[in-house]
């Protein structure tokens, strides 16, 4: 099949470009609220009735908006199908990761996988609706691997999951 796209044009390499807001699809928006917001952690900004929730982290309008306009009941996409494969959340550090995941686990959800791709640390899940989540924390840049031309060497190893639980902060209210 031929594309109809038009020829590439050479994209902006400015470093202040972000991802500002990932808007998902869900089936019940409770359900979906119950995960960003109570495990996950994000705040509610701004409710619209039972259709639409728009959350953050950091009192920012908005990095996660939820809504059922055309998918209340719905059902995942089939396997085989095109969509979204997962929305990558940056945490700012490893105890910040290693807390998220101790809430994970502690909401009795099941991890997909934990990798360590040498850039990062990345663990993975899915959301109510099934959208693949990507809880991760960016080594500082000098630590990235490289090869030894100074190419980018990232990679797949496994994560010590029981060492990064372990720079987790306690639990507020546990001594």
């Known amino acids: 099949m031929a594309s109809t796209l038009p020829p590439a ?55 996660l ?39 994970v686990l502690q909401a009795g959800l099941t991890l997909e996988g934990a990798a360590d791709h040498g850039v990062s640390e990345a663990i993975y899940l899915h959301d109510p609706d099934g959208n693949g989540v990507e809880l991760y924390r960016d080594r500082p840049e000098s630590q990235w691997p490289r090869t030894p031309d100074g190419r980018l060497a990232m990679g797949t190893e496994p994560l010590d999951l029981g060492a990064m639980l372990r720079d987790a902060p306690a639990p507020a209210g546990a001594n």
Do not use: C
């Not at 050479?10 to 470009?17: F, R, T, Y």
């Not at 952690?41 to 908005?62: E, K, P």
């Open 9 to 63: 044009l050479p994209l902006p390499s400015d470093s202040k470009v972000r991802i500002g807001h990932v808007h998902l699809k869900v089936a019940d928006l409770e359900r979906s609220l119950g995960f960003y917001r109570d495990v996950l952690g994000f705040t509610l900004m701004q409710r619209f009735g039972t259709q639409a929730a728009f959350l953050s982290a950091g009192g920012y309008h908005h990095h």
């Open 65 to 103: 908006g939820l809504n059922t306009w055309e998918s209340a009941g719905g059902r995942p996409p089939a396997p085989g199908t095109t969509g979204l494969y997962h929305v990558a959340f940056l945490y700012p550090g490893r105890a910040e990761l290693a807390d998220a995941v101790r809430r």
